[in-house]
């Protein structure tokens, strides 16, 4: 298990705070980065592809689909990444202001243990797919 925390800048359409962020990644679900918000008690499931192209994305020019758009800032592209997580219940949107030199890190770390072009992917699936089918969310 690869594992991060760090303090990270969280802004709503009414508030701005900084919050403790945890990033837990393991090779038996090598597809699947998840973002914990511990005191909060909310994770998210982000795609270990996804944060490596949002990583390379120009600036302010998001990749992602759905609830999770990643890009490097628009004011500051060499210092943060921000990730934009919609809400699929309420449709709020909360942006994530993380610092890439940490995510890149914690990236290579996860590289080290499981290179990407050596990820067996029908493990990863079925353990996706079970946790779907199941209703779980982590």
Known sequence: MTRYSGQWMVTTPTHQATIR???DWAPSDPLAIWIIFPVQGV???VSRDLLREGLAAPAG???G?????IAPS????????????ISPRTGSAT????PIEDLTSFLAD????????????A???????ARILEGQTR
Do not use: F
């Open 21 to 23: 962020v945890d990033l």
């Open 43 to 45: 994770c998210w499931e």
């Open 61 to 63: 020019t998001p990749v």
């Open 65 to 69: 689909e759905g609830d999770l758009r």
């Open 74 to 85: 628009l004011h500051h592209p060499d210092e943060l990444l921000t990730i934009d997580m």
């Open 95 to 98: 942006r994530l202001h993380a």
């Open 110 to 121: 996860t590289d080290r243990v499981l290179p990407p072009q050596d990820e067996d992917l």
């Open 123 to 129: 493990p990863a699936l079925e353990h996706m797919l």
